[in-house]
Nanobody, 115 residues
């Protein structure tokens, strides 16, 4: 069983920064692509950023140039550095890892950006 635990969310003013963390259990971590998604009230879940096992990254159009995804395989952790935050970034942010054993999600962490 894989467990993903997100942390780092909170309330921040527009233009501010937050860093989210997703800690994963198990020894599999370095082999898999890790993805951050977010879901705002009344909206579909959307991809925020993805990082492959060898460090290649891609981002949703709305966060390009503002967010940075990274990983520390030694700590089984993936990070999302969020800068220049906007009110439209307000959402619950989820960590995800699809594996051959299942598609795993964290419980989510709330990010609220005030204008």
């Amino acid at each position: 069983q894989v467990q993903l635990v997100e942390s780092g969310g909170g309330l921040v003013q527009s233009g501010g920064s937050l860093r989210l963390s997703c800690a994963a259990s198990g020894s599999f971590f370095s082999f898999y692509t890790m993805t951050w998604y977010r879901q705002a009230p009344g909206k579909q879940r959307e991809l925020v950023a993805r990082i492959t096992s060898d460090g290649n990254t891609n981002y949703g159009d709305s966060v390009k140039g503002r967010f940075t995804i990274s990983r520390d395989n030694g700590k089984n952790t993936v990070y999302l550095q969020m800068n220049s935050l906007k009110p439209e970034d307000t959402a619950v942010y989820y960590c995800n890892v699809p594996t051959q054993y299942g598609n795993y999600w964290g419980q989510g962490t709330q990010v609220t950006v005030s204008s």
